[in-house]
């Protein structure tokens, strides 16, 4: 399958990094609903401050087993252990701190959930890992409420599972929250990747990247610096790919307003025909660029895929600049090929629309036969003779004369000048 990138990015706002309105609003302290629930929440108080006695003890053994437990956050603590140790710190205090005082902390707790997410997706931690932190974390606090609670009060302990519930539900909201945050930071980092992606490939396209630039572009896009290079330009595609390119090719698409663009890499010695080949539905029109060098000469590479299109039959098909570097010259200059066409074809307009139409046809048709009348018959239907009749008498009208060479372009340019300009 060929290797293909698209550049098209269609939302014009990167996403929100707002945290959810759900997370703002502390929820309510219910009120005990029995004697035993009043109790079981005294305990957990009493054992949560504990902990927050030995904040950093806790916080120690926590990133000590996500040394362990975890290879994502080993790394991330070889890089920066002050930073995770921080991180750990800040989050079981809050936490923990919620669990106490759940109106005045949850707040700040969930914030800073909200921001270790979104720090992490940033550094480009996976997802798993960070949920695995969390879940860590919220199995070494329960383990402590468990561990302290025994020790200081062990025929308190059963009262703990009346909120056992409640912290684990904390712990599951936390985790939802964390993957929120992540997610929607993804989001942002991917259009800002997409978005940074597009004005890169416009630049090389417009001739307007700097020389500078050119090796982060190549990094960006995955394609060399000096690598040889033809550009598509697409036109007629409605829906889906524009058009099918050969299997093993890369190409980078791009939508700007006149058409679609594709930059596709050529191998060193690859020709034209055959690297930039593509097959293309009924109606698409394409244009293909003479081979340049570098991402330098892309600006070129489009000027002159667009030249070729403007040569390119309106009922669609592929055209290959080099092959048709006549009519390119006409395109590219419409005001001289219209000028052309007016001298060299201008006295046919006196005669009767008709008459003319069948002169400019058979023109067409002994040129496009390579001079045979006798090819060019066939192709009208009509006797060589008739042919030769024709051709005469355009010679009179115009005053021009097909054997002679220079005449012979000049009425060849004209032709084309008055197929690809018409109006």
């Given at each position: 399958?060929?290797?293909?990138i698209?550049?098209?990015?269609?939302a014009?706002?990167?996403p929100?990094?707002?945290?959810?309105?759900?997370?703002?609003?502390?929820?309510?302290?219910?009120?005990?609903?029995?004697?035993?629930?009043?109790?079981?929440?005294?305990?957990?108080?009493?054992?949560?401050?504990?902990?927050?006695?030995?904040?950093?003890?806790?916080?120690?053994?926590?990133?000590?087993?996500?040394?362990?437990?975890?290879?994502?956050?080993?790394?991330?603590?070889?890089?920066?252990?002050?930073?995770?140790?921080?991180?750990?710190?800040?989050s079981?205090?809050?936490?923990?701190?919620?669990?106490?005082?759940?109106?005045?902390?949850?707040?700040?707790?969930?914030?800073?959930?909200?921001?270790?997410?979104?720090?992490?997706?940033?550094?480009?931690?996976?997802?798993?890992?960070?949920?695995?932190?969390?879940?860590?974390?919220?199995?070494?606090?329960?383990?402590?409420?468990?561990?302290?609670?025994?020790r200081?009060?062990?025929?308190?302990?059963?009262?703990?599972?009346?909120?056992?519930?409640q912290?684990?539900?904390?712990?599951?909201?936390?985790?939802?929250?964390?993957?929120?945050?992540?997610?929607q930071?993804?989001?942002?980092?991917?259009?800002?990747?997409?978005n940074?992606?597009?004005?890169?490939?416009?630049?090389?396209?417009?001739?307007?990247?700097?020389?500078?630039?050119?090796?982060?572009?190549?990094?960006?896009?995955?394609?060399?610096?000096?690598?040889?290079?033809?550009?598509?330009?697409?036109?007629?595609s409605?829906?889906g790919?524009?058009?099918?390119?050969?299997?093993?090719?890369?190409?980078?698409?791009?939508?700007?307003?006149?058409?679609?663009?594709?930059?596709?890499?050529?191998?060193?010695?690859?020709?034209?025909?055959?690297?930039?080949?593509?097959?293309v539905?009924?109606?698409?029109?394409?244009?293909?660029?003479?081979?340049?060098?570098?991402?330098?000469?892309?600006?070129?590479?489009?000027?002159?895929?667009?030249?070729?299109?403007?040569?390119?039959?309106?009922?669609g098909?592929?055209?290959?600049?080099?092959?048709?570097?006549?009519?390119?010259l006409?395109?590219?200059?419409?005001?001289?090929?219209?000028?052309?066409?007016?001298?060299?074809?201008?006295?046919?307009?006196?005669?009767?629309?008709?008459?003319?139409?069948?002169?400019?046809?058979?023109?067409?048709?002994?040129?496009?036969?390579?001079?045979?009348?006798?090819?060019?018959?066939?192709?009208?239907?009509?006797?060589?003779?008739?042919?030769?009749?024709?051709?005469?008498?355009?010679?009179?009208?115009?005053?021009?004369?097909?054997?002679?060479?220079?005449?012979?372009?000049?009425?060849?340019?004209?032709?084309?000048?008055?197929?690809?300009?018409?109006?």
């Amino acid at each position: 399958m060929p290797h293909v990138i698209r550049t098209r990015v269609r939302a014009p706002h990167a996403p929100s990094t707002a945290l959810p309105a759900a997370w703002a609003t502390p929820l309510p302290r219910g009120r005990p609903r029995s004697p035993v629930d009043a109790e079981a929440v005294a305990v957990l108080h009493r054992a949560a401050r504990a902990l927050l006695d030995d904040l950093a003890g806790l916080t120690d053994r926590l990133v000590a087993a996500l040394r362990e437990q975890e290879p994502a956050y080993r790394a991330a603590i070889e890089t920066d252990a002050a930073e995770v140790w921080q991180e750990v710190h800040r989050s079981l205090r809050h936490n923990i701190g919620s669990l106490i005082q759940p109106r005045e902390s949850r707040d700040a707790a969930c914030r800073t959930s909200w921001r270790i997410g979104a720090s992490r997706a940033e550094q480009g931690l996976p997802l798993d890992a960070l949920l695995h932190a969390f879940r860590l974390g919220g199995a070494m606090v329960w383990q402590g409420l468990v561990d302290e609670t025994a020790r200081s009060h062990p025929d308190e302990i059963r009262l703990l599972i009346h909120v056992a519930a409640q912290v684990w539900n904390f712990v599951d909201e936390h985790c939802g929250l964390v993957a929120d945050a992540y997610r929607q930071t993804e989001r942002r980092l991917a259009w800002r990747r997409e978005n940074r992606l597009r004005l890169m490939t416009a630049a090389l396209l417009d001739g307007t990247a700097r020389i500078a630039d050119l090796p982060d572009a190549a990094a960006m896009l995955d394609l060399p610096e000096h690598g040889r290079y033809v550009v598509l330009a697409v036109t007629g595609s409605r829906t889906g790919p524009p058009v099918t390119l050969p299997p093993g090719t890369r190409a980078l698409w791009h939508t700007s307003p006149e058409a679609e663009h594709a930059i596709v890499l050529l191998g060193p010695q690859a020709p034209v025909e055959e690297a930039a080949a593509p097959e293309v539905p009924p109606g698409v029109r394409v244009g293909v660029s003479s081979a340049v060098q570098g991402l330098a000469a892309l600006g070129d590479a489009r000027r002159l895929a667009g030249t070729a299109l403007g040569t390119c039959p309106r009922g669609g098909g592929v055209v290959r600049l080099e092959d048709h570097l006549p009519a390119a010259l006409v395109v590219s200059s419409p005001g001289l090929g219209a000028a052309l066409a007016d001298r060299v074809l201008g006295p046919l307009d006196r005669l009767d629309p008709g008459d003319r139409d069948v002169l400019l046809a058979t023109l067409t048709a002994w040129f496009d036969s390579d001079g045979s009348a006798r090819r060019a018959g066939a192709r009208l239907y009509c006797h060589r003779n008739t042919v030769l009749n024709r051709l005469r008498r355009f010679e009179q009208l115009t005053g021009r004369c097909l054997s002679r060479p220079s005449d012979a372009v000049e009425i060849s340019l004209a032709l084309a000048a008055r197929r690809l300009l018409a109006t």
